[in-house]
């Protein structure tokens, strides 16, 4: 079975670093995706992880460890407009772009 | 900037009829994609199509159909809607399998079937 777990609530403050983390089982591995959901709108792509490592992006960073089935969203100098769903994404086959996607993280940043 | 539009945002529909969700890209990507999206369920797959006349299912295509006759186009067709088809559909598309390259989603539709 495809299984992928992510915290469902998380609370921060303005200016702060979160750390959302997830984990995947899945029957193939290749290559995490993380997307950012505004409430009511489309989700939208903020990083792709297929190597062990870490990959930044401003204030945006994502860790993928394979051996461990784990990834991580870092979001530093967090923003009112942080505040949103959070959704770490598998691709499990090479030769497809089919996804399987986590159920998100509700991310509320509090001034 | 890559483009996907949904013909609609919000729709109702009775149980029994037939709908139709419709999306369309502007950027000639190869996939496209429907999901549904319900709390605590979080995004699954419905169908997708990697060419034009091709699809494959997803993980929950039961009582649903699809249509891919041009490129840029993507049906979901909900043969007799049941309540239980009450969700948030999103379509999305990407331009080859494999890489980088990320899905593109469009803004949804929130489908009420009373």
């Known amino acids: 079975g495809q299984n992928i777990d992510q915290p469902t609530e998380m609370t921060a403050t303005e200016g702060a670093i979160v750390q959302i983390n997830c984990t995947y089982q899945?029957?193939?591995?290749?290559?995490l995706f993380w997307y950012q959901q505004h409430a009511g709108e489309a989700p939208t792509f903020l990083s792709y992880?297929?190597?062990?490592g870490l990959e930044e992006k401003g204030r945006f960073s994502s860790f993928l460890s394979r051996s461990k089935g784990y990834s991580y969203l870092l979001l530093k100098e967090l923003q009112m407009k942080d505040s949103a769903s959070y959704l770490c994404?598998?691709?499990?086959?090479?030769?497809?772009?089919?996804?399987?996607f986590g159920t998100g993280t509700r991310l509320q940043v509090f001034p | 900037d890559v483009k996907v539009t949904q013909s609609s945002r919000y729709l109702v529909k009775r149980t029994g009829e037939k709908v139709f969700l419709e999306c369309v890209q502007d950027?000639?990507?190869?996939?496209m994609f429907w999901y549904r999206q319900d709390p605590g369920l979080g995004l699954r797959l419905i169908y997708f199509?990697?060419?034009?006349?091709?699809?494959e299912k997803g993980d929950i295509p039961e009582g649903y159909s699809v249509s891919r006759e041009k490129k840029e186009r993507f049906s979901l067709i909900l043969e007799s809607a049941s309540t239980n088809q009450t969700s948030m559909y999103l379509c999305?598309?990407?331009?080859?399998?494999?890489?980088?390259?990320?899905?593109?989603f469009g803004p949804g539709t929130r489908l009420t079937v009373l």
């Open positions: 999305a598309s990407s331009f080859v399998a494999g890489g980088a390259d990320t899905q593109y």
């Open positions: 899945t029957s193939g591995f290749n290559g």
């Open positions: 992880n297929v190597l062990d």
């Open positions: 994404a598998v691709r499990v086959l090479y030769n497809t772009d089919k996804l399987i």
């Open positions: 950027m000639d990507h190869e996939n």
């Open positions: 199509s990697y060419d034009v006349k091709m699809k």
